[in-house]
């Protein structure tokens, strides 16, 4: 599995950093919705989830966390930690979301509006979707 993960430049002065993020540009897809998780509970596991069509971009802003993606064959932990660095995750990517510090601000800037119907919740459907794909 081939973990992307962006470098995004900060343009940092005496005055602190800002991250600006664009569509194509600095992301590789339209943004079409951008959502975030904060008071994120201790031990507390999100995602459980694939989707059929979405990609992302996770972006830890504050704080820290850790995500496990999984592409049916092989899982992989990658830590975010920085508020410079993107985690991109494409479509048929099992992706759980753990260990969330107490001050962590997860930001996820998605290629599609919300559509339950492009969520795959069940792991074993997972698995069948990919083994078919190839
Ligand atoms: P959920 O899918 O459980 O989040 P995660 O898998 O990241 O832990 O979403 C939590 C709730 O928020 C659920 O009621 C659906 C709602 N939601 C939206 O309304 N819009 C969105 O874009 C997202 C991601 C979730």
């Not at 900060?10 to 079409?32: M, N, S, T």
């Amino acid at each position: 599995m081939q973990v992307v993960k962006y470098v995004f430049q900060p343009h940092g002065d005496d005055r602190g950093q800002l991250v600006a993020l664009e569509e194509i540009k600095d992301i590789p897809f339209k943004i079409k919705r951008v959502y975030y998780m904060y008071d994120t509970k201790e031990g507390v596991v999100r995602g459980y989830h694939a989707h059929k069509n979405l990609q992302q971009i996770l972006v830890c802003i504050h704080g820290s966390c850790k995500i496990r993606l999984d592409d049916g064959k092989e899982k992989k932990i990658i830590p975010l930690e920085k508020p410079y660095e993107g985690l991109y995750v494409s479509n048929n990517m099992w992706r759980e979301m753990f260990d969330f510090s107490p001050d962590a601000v997860l930001m996820v800037l998605a290629s599609e509006l919300y559509d339950e119907s492009d969520y795959i919740r069940d792991y074993d459907e997972f698995l069948k979707s990919v083994s078919i794909e190839g």
